[in-house]
């Protein structure tokens, strides 16, 4: 079998870190630790940890304002809480911030569901190409990251209604490294359960080139991981470095990238899914019938056809409603042999030692900021993304991406001051996206239930994947796509407490899409579409500070969204059916506070999402809902010493498609077909059909929990010693859109232990520590019937850092 994985060795990655290290000026040899020190007032309570939203946000608005002065949902999680709280993928940020329970895209946290819709990925205020569950986003590179709910800024483009996180990595630290007398750095070494091998490494200082004063900032990190489940482990390597120059006392520069490669695999969870399997582990055991004609190992498309044509004549796999099946209707083609039944594990999963998840990712940015004066400023941002992927599950799915993605954004920016009682922000920004994809996936032949998961992948479940022989795919496209943009955006405070944000945004997108019907089973026509279309987006925001610290506000906004697939490719039907760009809106009503000398800040906030054409869709990273809800957060600097934090969300999503339609298409499961006693009969194959929708709470869609709870606590002794714990609960859910099979609610509970001098941090950090049995679901509209993935037991996690 032909392998796709160029993964570059381990060795290389830890030659880079300690590269950065032994780079570094002489200077570094001595003892003296360079840090920026905090000064606070006599008597004032320090925020050691950054937990407190007091530093302004430049991801949300682009103004600089606070997350308290900002008519918008947002939460701010910086490198410290990320560390204090072993905060190792963007599924954990749960912790800390409301609306961002993730489904599981195959255990891959590639990026967030925000508030029950997948959202978007942005690096430094740019988004990246569209990344669902090609990698794990990494954190370990990460100076802060922002979870804003609610669309993106019309400066930045066409986005998601949910939400997107935003990365500044920490190579933005290269404007703080420029002021520091001396070079200083860190390495550091996490070791944890099942293996987890974690070295990198980071140095920041001053520098110059000629004349001009130069910061500078390179962080490194390599990986080699098993995991929990069985045949799966990471293996990746991550360089970021980021620059800033000054090239006079007006224009300066800021440049870097970041280069990740990631080997690993996804991991699609339990299949043959029944009630009983989640309350009490029992399996049915089995082996499918074989297909494997050549003997080669493998299951070709054209073995898979030539065993369908054995079924009896008229036999379907198809119902409507599925509970009207029967024994009757299962073909004796479909039936497991050797059925019993066992205790399965939660580590043993749907993955074959030969699958594999191998992706490559370049990302470059330069920035130019000319200050014309003290009011006006020039920006220009470019940035450009490349992606490679490849993806390959035995059971039956494979994919491939070629994607890369250049931008230009030119902002103006400048204030003005109209009266006494008005002072004014202004944005304008002309803009350009290009997008070139070329992407394949393979899904025809996706049999789940055919691999017995208390025994070894083996000649009965594998299939030949197109990405091996480059030929039988279900969809294979080629495009590239422009988006020319306009965008506007004011800031105004009227009388100094009441605060009138408003914004527009024009997009004029030309695209061209090509499925290419050689590459695909039963070689069709290829079908070309080229089209133009635009989109329109707006936002208006009103806010009033009251004088005892509180600020209600308002926001509506009308969002145009591009309908993108995994590897930011649009399909001709979507181009030529005019359904490339859907409009969404957003009305929230909210209000923050901040008290006590701001040491206690919270916001509660109620919200009302929707798609408005359900036409448009993509139905993996994309697709059609309304989503309406309230969240809750607090935070809590109750001493310098001790801090903690709350979050909580209600959450309400209707799949609007299903509602509109009157139906739900998906794979059925045990709990579906109710009236075939015996499961095993269809295991061998795969049932599809369709759930009906007859009213709204029929289409309330699954996966997510209606109520979470979250609850953090950190406590500094002062003396180097720190502790912290936290606890998320989530309600029970359903796997999946018919709600035939329902998971358990949970509580976690976790807890860490440091001590830090001025060159040493030691910590150990324990994750569901009382071992709780939770589950998440997958693909709930979709798959929810037939797989679902059991979480992580009790583990444990170490670490140690020198810094210098």
Not at 670 to 675: F, K, N, P
Request: include cysteine; aromatic fraction near 12%; hydrophobic fraction near 35%.
């Amino acid at each position: 079998m032909t392998t796709h994985n160029c993964f570059k060795r381990k060795e290389l990655a830890l030659l880079i870190s300690l590269s950065c290290v032994l780079a570094a000026p002489a200077t570094l040899a001595q003892e003296e630790v360079v840090e920026l020190e905090t000064y606070t007032a006599e008597g004032q309570v320090e925020d050691t940890m950054g937990v407190m939203p007091t530093e302004p946000v430049k991801s949300v608005f682009g103004f600089g304002k606070t997350i308290l002065e900002t008519p918008r949902g947002v939460t701010s999680v910086s490198a410290d809480m990320m560390e204090s709280y072993n905060i190792t993928d963007i599924d954990d940020l749960v912790l800390i911030s409301p609306g961002a329970f993730t489904q599981s895209f195959f255990g891959v946290a590639g990026s967030l569901d925000v508030r029950g819709t997948p959202g978007e990925v942005y690096f430094r205020g740019v988004r990246r190409v569209n990344n669902p569950g090609n990698y794990p986003t990494p954190i370990g590179a990460t100076d802060r990251i922002d979870i804003v709910r609610g669309p993106a800024s019309p400066i930045y483009g066409p986005s998601k209604i949910g939400g997107y996180l935003n990365f500044e990595p920490k190579s933005a630290r290269a404007e703080t490294g420029q002021y520091l007398e001396k070079a200083a750095g860190e390495i550091s070494i996490t070791r944890g359960s099942w293996d987890k091998n974690v070295l990198s490494a980071e140095v920041g200082g001053p520098g110059a080139i000629g004349e001009k004063s130069l910061g500078y900032y390179i962080y490194a990190e390599t990986e080699n991981s098993g995991s929990y489940y069985d045949n799966s482990g990471t293996d990746q390597n991550i360089l970021q470095a980021s620059f800033n120059m000054d090239f006079s006392d007006n224009t300066r520069i800021e440049f870097g990238g970041m280069y990740h490669e990631y080997d690993g695999n996804q991991v699609a969870g339990w299949n043959r899914l029944t009630q009983d399997l989640i309350d009490n582990g029992t399996y049915i055991t089995g082996t499918a019938q074989a297909v494997d004609l050549d003997g080669d190992g493998y299951n070709s498309p054209d073995e898979y056809d030539a065993w369908k044509a054995t079924f009896a004549e008229g036999s379907s796999n198809f119902f409507v409603p599925a509970g009207a099946a029967t024994n009757a209707d299962m073909d004796p083609a479909w039936a497991l042999e050797n059925v019993g039944t066992t205790k399965l594990k939660g580590n043993q999963t749907l993955v074959s030692p030969e699958d594999q998840l191998v992706t490559t990712v370049t990302t470059l940015y330069f920035d130019v900021i000319h200050s014309v004066s003290d009011s006006f400023t020039i920006t220009n941002k470019a940035f450009y993304e490349k992606l490679e992927n490849i993806n390959e599950n035995a059971y039956g799915f494979s994919q491939f991406v070629d994607s890369y993605a250049f931008e230009d954004q030119l902002i103006f920016a400048f204030e003005a001051e109209h009266a006494d009682w008005l002072k004014a922000s202004y944005q304008i920004s002309p803009s350009i996206r290009y997008t070139d994809f070329q992407q394949g996936d393979d899904f025809d032949y996706e049999y789940f239930d055919r691999r017995d998961l208390s025994g070894p992948s083996t000649a009965l479940d594998r299939k030949l994947l197109a990405t091996v022989t480059d030929s039988d795919y279900s969809n294979y496209l080629v495009g590239d796509y422009t988006d020319y943009g306009l965008a506007f955006l004011a800031d105004y405070t009227i009388a100094e407490n009441l605060g009138l944000l408003v914004g527009a945004r024009y997009d004029y997108l030309d695209m061209t899409s090509t499925s290419v019907g050689e590459k695909i089973r039963g070689t069709p026509d290829s079908v070309t579409a080229s089209e133009t279309d635009d989109g329109v987006s707006w936002t208006a925001s009103l806010s009033y500070t009251l004088p005892f610290g509180l600020t209600p506000y308002v926001t509506v906004s009308e969002q145009a969204t591009i309908v993108m697939g995994q590897g930011s490719e649009i399909s001709p039907g979507l181009i030529a059916d005019g359904n490339a760009i859907a409009d969404s809106e957003l009305e929230e009503v909210g209000i923050k506070g901040s008290f006590l000398d701001d040491r206690l800040y919270f916001s509660a906030a109620w919200f009302n999402q929707t798609r408005t054409n359900f036409s448009a869709q993509d139905q993996v990273s994309n697709n059609t809902t309304e989503s309406e809800g309230y969240e809750f957060e607090t935070r809590f600097l109750v001493t310098s010493n001790f801090t903690l934090t709350a979050a909580m969300t209600h959450l309400e999503i209707t799949n609007l498609t299903a509602l509109d339609g009157g139906t739900q298409f998906g794979f059925q499961g045990a709990g579906d077909l109710t009236g075939v006693t015996d499961p095993s009969l269809f295991y061998g194959y795969v049932m599809q059909g369709l759930t009906l929708v007859g009213n709204e709470t029929d289409a309330l869609k699954s996966g997510i929990p209606e109520n979470m709870y979250s609850l953090t606590g950190a406590y500094d002794f002062g003396n180097g010693y720190r502790i912290t714990a936290s606890t998320v609960h989530a309600d029970s859910t359903y796997s999946g859109f018919s709600k035939a099979v329902e998971l358990p609610s949970y509580t976690l509970l976790n807890a860490g232990i440091s001590y830090n001098t001025d060159t040493w941090s030691i910590s150990l950090q324990g994750k569901n520590l009382t071992d709780e049995k939770y589950f998440r679901a997958n693909f709930p509209d979709l798959f929810g019937s037939t797989i679902v993935l059991p979480e992580l037991p009790r583990h444990f996690v170490a670490n140690a850092s020198f810094k210098f």
